[in-house]
């Protein structure tokens, strides 16, 4: 089935250890985003990606990064987590930027 | 930079009743709308979406929106919902060529009394 896969489903993390949030997407959709989250504070922008090879910064990108080495991948990072980067985190995608984005279904991190 | 207000932290709505979920957005320009719909434990899924044309827009499961210029408004209606509705909802503004990507608001809890 088409769509956007994320990896882990949920992850404890002790502070300060790095990890990697992973997104797969197999629409051959130029543009993918990051976004997180939190409880009264709806969806927020990290990162986003309008085609393979480019980045830009979305509302919240301190202390997170991410690559777009090809189309189908755009992996989040958290060189060194912290506590407030507890959060439910969706990848999406769209055909160009700002068209109808398609959601994966989202990665709960809790970092302790 | 473009932002998005939803007054409604939670609505309740009786099955059968007709429902508006409200949202007002602050942008420049005529900018991109969309709303969304998020399960419990889901994704969001698009319902609808405003780039530009006729103002009244029509989207999945029965609901549709109205843009409104004048008072910065993008609301989303039914005229019936049904208990599978219950979700939140997000409304979303996008920057015509910008790259800000897209802002949602904070959402609108929907909760269907029997």
């Known amino acids: 089935i088409a769509g956007i896969t994320q990896a882990p489903t949920s992850q404890i993390l002790a502070a300060g250890r790095r990890m990697t949030l992973r997104c797969t997407q197999d629409?051959?959709?130029?543009?993918m985003y990051w976004y997180r989250q939190d409880l009264g504070l709806g969806l927020r922008l990290i990162h986003y990606?309008?085609?393979?090879?480019?980045?830009g910064k979305g509302e919240v990108p301190d202390g997170y990064s991410v690559s777009r080495a090809n189309t189908d991948d755009f992996p989040l990072t958290l060189a060194s987590a912290v506590p407030s980067q507890t959060s439910v985190y969706f990848c999406?995608?769209?055909?160009?930027?700002?068209?109808?984005?398609?959601f994966g279904p989202g990665t709960r991190l809790t970092v302790l | 930079a473009q932002s998005v207000t939803q007054p409604d932290i939670h609505i309740t709505v009786s099955e059968g009743a007709s429902l508006e979920l409200r949202c007002n957005y602050s942008?420049?320009?005529?900018?991109?709308l969309f709303w969304y719909v998020q399960s419990p434990g889901q994704g969001l899924q698009l319902l609808l979406k405003?780039?530009?044309?006729?103002?009244l827009v029509q989207g999945i499961k029965g609901f549709e929106a109205e843009f409104k210029r004048s008072q910065s408004s993008f609301n989303l209606r039914k005229p019936s919902v049904h208990w599978s509705d219950a979700a939140e909802y997000f409304c979303?503004?996008?920057?015509?060529?910008?790259?800000?990507?897209?802002?949602f608001g904070k959402g609108t809890h929907l909760i269907i009394q029997p």
């Open positions: 999406a995608s769209s055909d160009r930027f700002l068209d109808e984005q398609f």
């Open positions: 405003y780039f530009s044309g006729d103002t």
């Open positions: 990606s309008n085609t393979a090879g480019t980045t």
């Open positions: 979303a503004v996008g920057a015509r060529g910008g790259a800000d990507g897209l802002t």
């Open positions: 942008y420049g320009a005529t900018p991109y």
């Open positions: 629409m051959r959709h130029n543009a």
